[in-house]
C-alpha cells in the first residue's frame, strides 16, 4: 500500500523561500495591530500570516513598494494590501500587483499551489479611511467599479471577513 503525500503547509512553504523563510506567524500575528482590525473568522481558521513588506530582504531596491501580507486561512492563500482607497493609489496598487505576480512567478511560485483561485489580489482599505475612487474622473461605486479594479487585477474590500464571497 503507498502512502499518499501530504501537501505542505504554509509554513513549510514559507521556509523554503529564501526571502520570506524567518517570516512566518501563527495565526494573523505577522498583521500590524492596525492592520488586523477589519480582518476576521467567521467560519473555518487562520493558519499562519507573512508581512512581506516588513521582510523581504535580499534584491530589495530602496524606495520599491511590496504587497503588505500573505493570510492562510483554512489552508488557502489570500494576498492582502491595507492602503487608502484614493483614485492616485490605484496606479501604485497596480504596481505592487505586479511586483507580487513577479515574487509570485519567480521565488514564490509554491505558493501558488495554495492560493484560493477564486481571488485576486485583495486591496483592503485602511480602517476609517473613505474609498474615494474616480477613475478617469468619473466615480464609480459598486458593481462598476468592482469590474474596472479586477481589470487591474484587483479586489476592493472595505473589511475581510473568511470565509471570504466573491464580489460580483
Avoid at 513549510?12 to 488586523?36: F, G, M, N, W
Wanted: aromatic residues 8%.
Amino acid at each position: 500500500m503507498s502512502k499518499k503525500k501530504q501537501p505542505k503547509s504554509f509554513e513549510d512553504l514559507v521556509k523554503e523561500i529564501q526571502s520570506i523563510k524567518d517570516c512566518y506567524k501563527k495565526s494573523l500575528d505577522a498583521l500590524e495591530t492596525k492592520d488586523k482590525a477589519d480582518i476576521k473568522s467567521i467560519e473555518g481558521a487562520f493558519c499562519g500570516s507573512v508581512y512581506l513588506d516588513g521582510c523581504q530582504t535580499g534584491k530589495r531596491v530602496i524606495g520599491e513598494k511590496r504587497w503588505d501580507y500573505i493570510i492562510c486561512h483554512d489552508s488557502k492563500l489570500y494576498f492582502v494590501e491595507v492602503h487608502s482607497a484614493q483614485t492616485k493609489n490605484i496606479t501604485e496598487l497596480e504596481g505592487k500587483a505586479k511586483m507580487l505576480k513577479n515574487f509570485l512567478d519567480g521565488e514564490g511560485s509554491a505558493l501558488k499551489t495554495m492560493k484560493d483561485p477564486g481571488f485576486s489580489n485583495i486591496w483592503l482599505v485602511s480602517s476609517g479611511a473613505k474609498v474615494d475612487l474616480r477613475p478617469k474622473g468619473i466615480k464609480l461605486t459598486g458593481a462598476p467599479l468592482n469590474r474596472y479594479l479586477a481589470s487591474k487585477g484587483l479586489m476592493l474590500y472595505t473589511k475581510l471577513e473568511f470565509p471570504l464571497k466573491a464580489k460580483k
